[in-house]
């Protein structure tokens, strides 16, 4: 029942002060929006975390140190909502879905409505088991006021306040005036003539003030069972780390058949990298043995032969009766939700969103929010279900020790730190929470 304006808010701490005050009730202030606000979102993610498992949830006194506890709980409460949603069939039921089509196929796509404001410093590593080289994430964290920049990177700033030159647009002359139009060669099957590529420039990516988003895996029968926000653009390393996250997290219980609307690029990346740059594990092999299709709704798009021959989702008999759009169809829904998400700080915007795809997936499953789901015990361990808390995390323990063997994330290990930071509150938390 969370309301999708600003407005009905504010009409519905009026309606209770006005109530107090028709009725002669005391009041030591009048009702107000944003406090209402925070009591329905603190009751919602108590009684989410109920419903995934936990027998007694444990929140601080104080509401304003609730975004901080919030903030610290999440990838526990995440890596639940993947498993329970990911075996939603066994845990709940199969869905209502003609032809015993529940959980047949998932579709992943990326989402560009939902726009917050982050830090503009875009360089930000961390480097994960799933790939041996670092993966750069961009920060996460809101600006300070008055700046482009948060509190970690101010340092950034002054550095970009240096004056320009006319360098860069001497060199795009020079690489448009000496391009040479000739047909490409086929590489890997000829995937590459399908332009359909997601990563943008890096010159518009450091520019950027915005988040890009997120990706979302939602499934043939319309349940959200993964999702990640994007902090520089929709590259398909994020999206291999999302996929190999959520295998690893559901217990080998996702579909065998997916669908990308750049599945083509996708798996001649995964054909060429498991082993190499993608570490060989469990979870990179079975995505490695996914088959991937391309959307109905983006098909027409690709015009590389290969792709024709193999990718088409009207040329085998997977995908009949699959729904290949619902994570379109969860997006234009989403999209009501835009401008409160674009106004969230970075504490609480992903607990938000974890909120409100639960309670879209329990009005799916028509399953009411009170259920208890005793699941505490079976979810999988996953260090990087979160890369902003995992980089989070090692950001604090390269700043707290003096050296940095691998040397990534050296600028936060320079960083100086207040000791009353959110970076101390937020182990207390974790420390609490274990």
């Known amino acids: 029942d ?63 140190e609730f975004d901080l506890w919030a903030w610290s709980e999440y990838p526990r409460l995440l890596s639940r909502f993947i ?31 939902a726009r917050r404001r982050v830090c503009r410093s875009k360089q930000v590593n961390f480097k994960s088991s799933d790939f041996s080289e670092p993966l750069v994430i961009g920060c996460w964290r809101t600006p300070i006021r008055n700046s482009l920049y948060c509190e970690l990177h101010q340092n950034d700033e002054k550095l970009t306040k240096a004056p320009r030159t006319n360098q860069k647009h001497t060199h795009a002359m020079k690489l448009r005036n000496s391009r040479q139009w000739q047909q490409q060669k086929n590489i890997f099957f000829g995937a590459t003539n ?36 994007i902090f520089r653009s929709e590259t398909l390393r994020e999206i291999i780390q999302l996929l190999i996250n959520t295998i690893r997290i559901s217990d080998n219980a996702l579909p065998k058949i997916a669908c990308y609307d750049d599945g083509c690029h ?31 709704a983006h098909w027409k798009n690709h015009v590389g032969t290969w792709c024709k021959e193999n990718m088409s989702p009207y040329a085998t008999s997977d995908l009949n009766m699959i729904n290949t759009q619902s994570a379109e169809q969860l997006f234009s829904w989403l999209k009501r939700y835009a401008p409160i998400i674009s106004s969230l700080g970075w504490l609480k915007a992903p607990l938000y969103l ?8 329990l009005w799916t499953c028509k399953v009411r929010p009170t259920r208890h789901f005793d699941i505490a015990n079976m979810v999988p361990d996953s260090a990087t279900i979160s890369l902003p808390h995992a980089a989070n995390t090692l950001r604090t ?28 509150n937020e182990n207390k938390w974790a420390q609490m929470s274990k």
């Open 83 to 113: 498993y329970l949603w990911s075996n939603h069939r066994t845990l709940i039921g199969a869905c209502n879905i003609p032809g015993d089509k529940c959980s047949a196929c998932f579709t992943i796509d990326g989402h560009q409505k």
């Open 266 to 296: 996708l798996v001649r990346f995964v054909q060429r990298h498991v082993g190499k740059l993608i570490t060989d594990t469990p979870a990179s092999n079975t995505l490695k043995n996914t088959k991937f299709y391309i959307d109905k």
């Open 354 to 361: 974890l909120v409100l795809f639960h309670y879209k997936n």
């Open 397 to 424: 323990t390269s700043a707290v020790s003096s050296s940095n063997s691998d040397g990534y994330l050296s600028q936060a290990a320079t960083t100086k730190h207040d000791p009353s930071s959110h970076t101390v």
């Open 2 to 64: 969370l309301v999708s304006t600003p407005h009905s808010w504010q009409k519905q701490a009026d309606s209770l002060n006005n109530l107090a005050f028709s009725t002669a009730r005391s009041q030591a202030t009048p009702f107000n929006m944003r406090r209402f606000s925070q009591l329905v979102f603190t009751y919602k993610i108590i009684e989410m975390d109920l419903c995934l498992g936990s027998t007694n949830v444990a929140t601080p006194k104080d509401i304003d």
């Open 194 to 229: 399908c332009s359909t590529t997601k990563a943008r420039s890096e010159s518009y990516i450091n520019k950027c003030s915005r988040s890009f988003g997120l990706l979302a895996m939602v499934t043939n029968c319309r349940v959200i069972i993964s999702f990640s926000e």
